[in-house]
């Protein structure tokens, strides 16, 4: 049988492509509306005073991402405000680069945190003029033009880049897109070589159409007990490095025939991974599995804005990412029974209503999941209510994060 490397060949940008209509679009600069107002002055306010990067340039701020998911949840303007208020103690002012970034020199310095400020002030002189603030004209030309588009490197930090595009096209905000060309270039790694080098893909061994599947095949694959038994984040190139054509092997084995069905398939799975590797009661849900589903949710907005000949690099580097996550995490095995059979006729209302009354409403990454569960269920409907009962076992269970000191650098 054919693999998808080598019926890809023949197959145009249109068989390539995820068509899918957009997410609703929230065009809060324009909005009368008095939530969409204060939202649009908190994300300002964010902007201009507080870095992308703080804590040793080890954190990423979160802001944006909070204060979208609670207003796309229904938040008031009173608890937007409070969120903000209760996030900026975290935060740290803006402090000058060590130069500023010009035509010749701004790709020196990728992956240089330290330059987070000079990238925000490079695209945003860029935007004023060569763009006639165009903000997405500009993510066009950056992310999929020249030697190194920074498309190739959108799940550097966990996915933090591509996490943060996203909710600048479902917000309709420059200025969360300038932030996100901030930490495209900022947080670029070498997982981008993967991505950007087509040498990297080729068959595998391995075939499946099913991400999920091969994720419960890699909990029980013998051949990664050859791994250290502690893993982190800090050591992950070198990991890479050592056991490449192992992880290459389950990265080129997700065949993705149907486009549209396996990019279903992927959302699935990261519902899955995160909230049924957890038992029920147990409350441990795992603070990098989450950021699996939140990338999911940034990969459905940004695919209708994304050229259809890049759709499946883009649903394959989130792959990537999970891969990278799930061998760190130490492959723990999804299971249909933690996750709720009974919801008792719990709906989407009750998620959000008790989304919104949680002590956890100022908790980021516990909104953003239950905003992509949400996006996830209406854009594929729910008819066996997978997504909404795993939203319900999320908010009925949660009780923080479980960390560990894989956390540096990654928040």
């Not at 680069?97 to 701004?106: F, G």
């Not at 999920?212 to 992950?236: A, N, Q, V």
Request: net charge negative; with cysteine; aromatic share 12%.
């Amino acid at each position: 049988m054919a693999t998808f490397f080598s019926r890809l060949m023949g197959l145009d940008s249109e068989s390539r492509a995820i068509n899918l209509p957009s997410v609703e679009i929230h065009r809060i600069e324009t909005d009368p509306d008095r939530r969409a107002r204060c939202l649009k002055h908190l994300l300002k306010a964010n902007h201009v005073n507080y870095s992308i990067m703080y804590h040793n340039l080890s954190f990423h701020n979160h802001t944006p991402h909070l204060l979208s998911a609670a207003y796309l949840l229904g938040a008031s303007d009173p608890q937007l405000q409070d969120i903000y208020e209760a996030e900026i103690k975290e935060l740290e002012p803006w402090t000058p680069s060590p130069a500023e970034l010009m035509d010749l020199d701004w790709m020196d310095f990728l992956g240089d945190k330290r330059y987070q400020r000079a990238y925000v002030d490079y695209f945003e002189d860029k935007l004023a003029m060569e763009f006639a603030y165009d903000w997405k004209r500009e993510l066009q030309h950056f992310l999929f033009s020249g030697d190194e588009p920074l498309f190739h490197g959108l799940i550097g930090g966990l996915g933090h880049p591509l996490i943060h595009l996203g909710y600048a096209y479902e917000m309709d905000c420059k200025e969360i897109a300038m932030e996100a060309l901030g930490l495209a270039c900022v947080e670029r790694d070498f997982l981008q070589k993967y991505i950007a080098n087509a040498a990297y893909t080729k068959p595998s061994p391995l075939v499946s159409n099913s991400p999920l599947d091969l994720l419960i095949k890699m909990s029980t694959d013998e051949r990664f007990k050859r791994l250290p038994e502690k893993l982190d984040f800090l050591h992950l190139e070198a990991l890479f490095d050592e056991h490449e054509d192992l992880f290459m092997e389950y990265w080129n084995a997700w065949e993705v025939d149907d486009p549209v069905k396996q990019f279903q398939l992927s959302q699935e799975a990261a519902v899955a991974l995160l909230v049924t590797s957890v038992k029920l009661g147990t409350h441990s849900y795992d603070f990098f599995l989450v950021h699996l589903l939140t990338a999911s949710h940034a990969v459905r907005v940004f695919i209708p804005f994304t050229p259809p000949q890049h759709h499946i690099t883009l649903v394959r580097e989130w792959w990537l990412l999970v891969i990278a996550v799930f061998i760190v995490k130490g492959r723990p095995r999804p299971d249909p029974d933690n996750i709720e059979k009974d919801i008792g006729g719990k709906n989407w209302e009750y998620v959000q209503k008790q989304a919104l009354a949680s002590r956890w409403l100022s908790d980021a990454h516990f909104v953003k999941a239950i905003r992509a569960m949400k996006e996830a269920a209406e854009t594929w409907g729910d008819a066996n209510e997978g997504y909404l009962r795993a939203a319900v076992t999320l908010v009925d269970n949660f009780e923080g994060w479980a960390f560990s000191d894989q956390l540096t650098g990654y928040a």
